[in-house]
């Protein structure tokens, strides 16, 4: 069996508490999770220096087994094809061919690699590998979370390839096994969208990307430029920690934090890897000499092994599946260079666990048992980088200096917001629709205000099926080769003991989804339901964006209105608004390896699985005000992504001739069972036509040819902007317009409220500020039914 050859051929994970029954540290009340090593009650784990020492020594069998691993799959293993072992002088040669190299601040951005001085997979300063040591500590001991987010393009979001394939998952399916093991859950998201940049993602903060640990940027074909030192700034300001860096792009970053922020570069060459001969790229024997992880690396031949549907007994799709999926372009990479890129990762992060247990018992050595707070609390740390860059960038805009010249002193994040530089130096906040999104918490859809009889969009298909995917056959690692991951999973411990009858639906009355008896075998059905309810943990509660909530909130609203007395100019939510999308299902798309998503029941490519979708609300003159309650601002910033030239609104209101169809205080119960809404839903399902692509893109060209402003925003448009129930501006035509050119390709940013009163306000400490409600509406009487989008709010 395999996985005795694996403990055989490479050891295995033994290591076992032998008091289960332990005390357990709280860490929820203190910052950070930095407890004093005082307040560890007596009897945990952190104070038994036996399980300590011996954890320590497992942990590092089990990281250096997973680092050869990955050697040896890639051509470099310790033990020869002569049956001897690298020599000291060899290893250490590995080890500088491969990395990665820690070198001084100034040096990490190098892209050129120096032949002589290799810098391996990936280059980190002094500093930031200090940081990445000691925050890896801090998981360890803290059992915490560590969470590795990338962003990125479409090669990033690794098109062309199943989801299951791109990079960041390939990093995940192999170090999960490891963190698990060393008491830290691993959370790693590929937040990549493709035919765009990470602006979109990242003026909204770790709200939207969630919270990171380790943080790569990948996005160099689709956004250069000024807005990138954005992504810098709010991976640092923004969430509760700092995490490591991976970028090529660092711009002035390290002296605006004094030294102190954790950067590297992530490299993409592999000259530590045997390249497949260049005379027959083709040839099957030249490649079968290869390690089976090398072969084609670099794409010439073998490129990609994706399929659209691996054949099961329990699901059969209703529409014929595509031989494999689409976007296999050349710029996108094959599943090779994903998984290389993956391993990457995972060595950096293999290289500082070792480091973290080498500091863990180097300082019981030194200070003494527990291991001292200094060594691995990371609240100084994440402090002092965030200080030093907030007092930076609050610097005045010019200085006057020797001769009487200006030099001017702004950061390039705020050359690329003139007008709001303000978000380069606070924490920003976001709720946007794109998708993937690391928590649905985070919808736009949640905080739109429902029309007084309760309409607000939503949306209308689900998921085909649910649970994880089939590994495709053609996918498995061959036998004899290599595999890492099951290293990782390696253990000593007997197999549980599982029983894995089943009896088919139609035996079984029809199948139920309730528990079976406990002498009776389970329906396939329940097994099913069983695996949603334990994979997604199913909220009891109301959902924040759900049509029940949204009709209680749309009667006290209209009932507050009506007290008011409000007259017809009243901010009343509109009945107009819809949402639209590339692909209108509502999966489950947080950019993890556990992800539901493009699962609709009409896709052709089932199980292709990729998160990303460009989803918004669409409206027009006749749909009415778009209201939303903004929570916790306490900087008086709120930003909006708009598109001018999506359409889309035509789903209710085609027919309509005045605002709301003249229904606005209606109060009638909306029900998703109408006719209309039913017209709307079929509309909707219709296609992609309803949501063009950008139009710069060559397909929308090819279709429609490229839209102007003068065909789609005419000359009496007004936007008219409300905070807090009052019309505070009406934007023109032409200063609406100045907003459409985009900083970063597909996203045009939009000011809704600059207002620096809220940043000078005496906070009570634990303040969490103030909920504003802002709505808007669009007015052109000469094309009442042309549509605009909005798919982002961005606050601080």
Not at 230 to 254: D, T, Y
Not at 506 to 515: F, L
Not at 560 to 565: K, P, S, V, Y
Not at 712 to 720: A, G, N, P, S
């Amino acid at each position: 069996e395999k996985m005795d050859r694996v403990r055989e051929e490479w050891g295995a994970w033994s290591f076992q508490d032998p008091r289960p029954e332990r005390p357990v540290a709280n860490f929820d009340d203190v910052d950070y999770k930095d407890l004093p090593t005082g307040r560890f009650p007596q009897g945990c784990w952190q104070t038994d220096e036996a399980y300590v020492k011996e954890f320590i020594r497992e942990a590092r069998g089990l990281v250096d087994r997973v680092q050869e691993g990955i050697y040896a799959e890639y051509g470099s293993p310790l033990n020869k094809a002569d049956g001897t072992t690298l020599t000291e002088e060899e290893k250490a040669e590995r080890a500088r061919q491969w990395g990665p190299k820690i070198i001084a601040a100034e040096g990490v951005a190098a892209d050129v690699p120096n032949k002589d001085d290799p810098d391996g997979i990936a280059t980190l300063s002094h500093v930031a590998f200090d940081g990445l040591v000691r925050k890896l500590l801090h998981a360890l001991i803290t059992n915490d979370d560590w969470y590795a987010v990338l962003g990125g393009h479409s090669a990033a979001a690794g098109h062309g390839n199943q989801f299951q394939q791109n990079k960041q998952i390939t990093f995940h399916h192999l170090m999960e096994p490891v963190f698990d093991k060393l008491g830290v859950r691993l959370v790693s998201r590929n937040m990549g969208q493709g035919g765009v940049g990470t602006l979109q993602f990242s003026i909204g903060g770790k709200d939207l990307y969630g919270e990171a640990d380790i943080m790569e940027w990948d996005s160099a074909m689709t956004e250069k430029g000024n807005t990138v030192d954005l992504w810098n700034k709010q991976a640092i300001l923004s969430g509760e920690r700092v995490p490591v860096i991976l970028s090529p792009f660092h711009f002035n970053v390290m002296d605006e934090t004094n030294g102190t922020a954790l950067m590297g570069n992530l490299m993409v060459d592999a000259p530590m890897v045997p390249p497949t001969p260049d005379d027959d790229p083709d040839d099957p024997e030249q490649a079968q000499a290869l390690p089976w992880a090398t072969r084609h690396l670099d794409g010439r031949a073998e490129k990609y092994n994706a399929i659209c549907w691996e054949a099961r007994s329990d699901l059969t799709p209703v529409e014929n599946q595509d031989a494999h999926p689409g976007s296999q372009v050349g710029w996108h990479p094959g599943w090779r260079y994903h998984q290389f890129q993956g391993r990457k990762v995972a060595l950096i992060l293999l290289k500082g666990l070792a480091a973290a247990l080498d500091r863990w018992e180097a300082g019981i050595e030194a200070d003494g048992f527990p291991l001292a707070e200094h060594y691995w609390h990371v609240g100084d740390l994440y402090n002092t980088i965030r200080e030093n860059l907030r007092t930076h960038v609050n610097t005045p805009n010019e200085v006057e200096v020797e001769g009487g010249e200006t030099t001017d002193l702004r950061s390039p994040c705020e050359h690329a917001f003139p007008y709001l530089p303000r978000v380069c130096r606070v924490a920003m906040h976001g709720y946007g629709m794109w998708e993937p999104r690391a928590h649905n918490s985070y919808d736009l859809l949640n905080i739109i205000e429902p029309a007084p009889n309760g309409y607000k969009p939503h949306w209308v298909e689900g998921n085909w099926y649910a649970g994880f995917d089939v590994l495709p056959f053609v996918q498995r690692i061959p036998d004899g080769e290599v595999d890492p991951h099951a290293i990782a999973i390696a253990t000593t411990f007997p197999a549980p003991d599982l029983d894995h009858d089943w009896i088919e639906d139609e035996d079984s009355g029809g199948g139920t989804n309730s528990t079976p008896a406990a002498n009776e075998p389970p329906t396939r059905r329940w097994l099913r339901e069983a695996t949603r309810r334990a994979f997604h943990n199913q909220p009891t509660v109301i959902d924040v964006g759900s049509l029940e909530l949204a009709q209680r909130r749309a009667k006290s609203k209209s009932q507050q209105r009506r007290r008011l007395g409000d007259d017809s100019e009243a901010i009343t939510p509109g009945r107009g608004w819809v949402s639209h999308a590339w692909r209108p299902d509502e999966g489950f798309c947080d950019g993890s390896p556990q992800s539901e998503c493009n699962r609709a029941e009409h896709n052709k490519c089932m199980s292709i699985g990729h998160n990303d979708n460009h989803r918004d609300v669409a409206g027009n003159t006749l749909a009415g005000w778009l209201v939303f309650s903004v929570p916790n601002v306490k900087e008086g910033i709120v930003m909006a992504r708009m598109e001018w030239w999506c359409g889309g609104s035509e789903l209710l209101t085609k027919g309509w001739s005045e605002v709301n169809n003249g229904q606005t205080m209606d109060t009638m119960p909306w029900n998703v069972t109408e006719p209309w809404s039913q017209l709307a839903t079929r509309r909707l399902m219709a296609g992609k036509e309803e949501h063009p692509m950008h139009p710069d893109d060559y397909d929308y060209h090819r279709r429609l040819g490229k839209p102007t402003h003068d065909e789609l925003v005419k000359e009496d448009f007004k936007m008219d902007i409300a905070i807090n129930g009052k019309i505070t501006k009406t934007m023109e035509r032409e200063e609406w317009l100045s907003h459409t050119g985009e900083m970063s390709k597909n996203c045009a940013l939009f000011p809704l409220m600059d207002d620096i009163s809220y940043a000078e306000r005496d906070w009570a400490e634990g303040d969490e500020g103030d909920t504003v409600e802002v709505a808007i509406r669009f007015r052109q009487e000469s094309a009442p039914h042309q549509g605009y989008c909005l798919s982002h709010i961005y606050y601080a």
